[in-house]
């Protein structure tokens, strides 16, 4: 992921399912929030085996983990800042840790069975239950085992989509350290979530702006429906659909704050809901906020019902939309079995 999941971004052909941009979109989610990791400013937890420390933090360990919900969830261990296995194999944790953080791991065969007792032991029952289904788990391996001087040439890698886990962390003051204000009203976030997603956010807290030492930073300019909804992607990596003068907004909002998948999943559900009534406003909307992709794929859309917008252009002044559009209907009644797809 990372810069190439980007790239690909960029490279998007305008007809690109939907389905496949969820998949992409949710595997960056499972990627950014394995960087979470990396911001121990912010880690408010210790985990320490074998010598080896992981600094963590508890929301995420909670909203993932049945077995560090009810540890938290004890009175006894509210002051708690640390717990220690001096008898666990660090690798094996780290790897574990990497699976509540990221919903993403993957398992050598000579790691198995320990992965599978430390499933166990934290209670991670999907990650047991994708243990005990693989094919890791079959004993016809042993014979391949027995063959093979390195067994760690035999893995599998493990997925699951972790958005679902955090939606009851949108808006949520339960260990949240940020509080935004907006037409009047909070909304609550964590950190380290809006730094491993937005680079905007990133540069605000790590690089020391104003706005990062307040106890409320105010938002001006946005909808409070609006900004919940970008938080909302931040964590869960799904966007609420409103109607179309929102979604305009919600456009606006993800360019604004440098945030690609958000856009492009906007994009797209501008594509799959374009009609021949809001097509033009749609290529209106897209032009004025520097959406190349979604221009692109509305001109596409409107070549395709060529014969219904050159009837619309030959009653409509409206230049905007002639100089631009209408050469290419005009050609496209020409030669209306030619296909002609723009990309970028």
Same mark, same amino acid.
């Given at each position: 992921?990372?810069?190439? /999941? ?9 007809? /690109? ?5 969820? *998949? ?27 010598? *080896? ?14 077995? +560090? ?21 660090? %690798? ?15 398992? &050598?065969f000579d790691e198995y069975e320990e ?30 085992? !027995? ?26 003051? #339960?260990?949240?350290?940020?509080? +935004? ?6 909304? /609550? ?7 491993c997603r937005s680079q905007f956010f990133? !540069?605000l807290f790590l690089l020391g702006f ?13 909808? /409070? ?6 938080? %909302?992607?931040?964590?869960?990596? !799904? ?5 179309? *003068?929102?979604?305009? &907004? ?5 360019? +604004? ?9 906007? &994009? ?6 374009? %009609? ?38 030959? #009653? ?22 030619? *296909? ?5």
């Amino acid at each position: 992921m990372g810069n190439d /999941y980007y790239r690909h971004l960029n490279k998007m052909p305008y007809n /690109y399912p939907h389905e496949e941009m969820t *998949k992409s979109i949710r595997m960056n989610l499972s990627y950014n929030f394995k960087e979470a990791r990396e911001f121990e400013e912010w880690s408010d937890f210790n985990i320490y085996v074998q010598k *080896k420390t992981f600094p963590v933090h508890r929301f995420i360990l909670v909203q993932r983990c049945p077995f +560090f919900r009810d540890f938290f969830e004890d009175p006894t261990n509210k002051e708690t800042e640390e717990l220690r296995y001096d008898e666990k194999n660090h %690798t094996i944790i780290n790897k574990i840790i990497d699976w509540i953080y990221s919903g993403k791991i993957r398992v &050598e065969f000579d790691e198995y069975e320990e992965i599978l007792q430390e499933a166990r032991f934290f209670q991670l029952y999907s990650l047991e239950k994708k243990l005990l289904e693989s094919s890791l788990s079959k004993e016809e391996n042993m014979d391949k085992v !027995s063959q093979i001087k390195n067994a760690r040439t035999i893995s599998c890698q493990f997925f699951e989509y972790i958005g679902s886990d955090f939606e009851d962390c949108v808006n949520s003051e #339960n260990y949240s350290d940020v509080q +935004f204000t907006v037409e009047g009203r909070n909304i /609550y976030a964590h950190k380290v979530i809006l730094c491993c997603r937005s680079q905007f956010f990133r !540069s605000l807290f790590l690089l020391g702006f104003r706005e990062s030492r307040e106890d409320e930073i105010p938002i001006s300019e946005i909808s /409070y429906i609006s900004f919940l909804s970008l938080i %909302t992607f931040l964590y869960t990596g !799904s966007v609420n659909y409103y109607k179309i *003068k929102q979604m305009v &907004e919600l456009l606006a909002v993800a360019d +604004f704050y440098c945030i690609d998948d958000f856009k492009r999943e906007i &994009e797209i559900v501008f594509r799959d809901h374009l %009609t021949q009534e809001n097509a033009l406003d749609v290529f209106m909307y897209a032009k004025y906020l520097n959406s190349n992709w979604l221009k692109l794929a509305t001109k596409n859309y409107i070549l395709s019902e060529y014969k219904y917008f050159l009837q619309k252009f030959s #009653n409509d002044p409206n230049p905007d939309w002639k100089d631009e559009l209408l050469p290419l209907l005009i050609e496209k009644s020409k030669n209306p079995n030619q *296909k002609q797809t723009f990309f970028f």
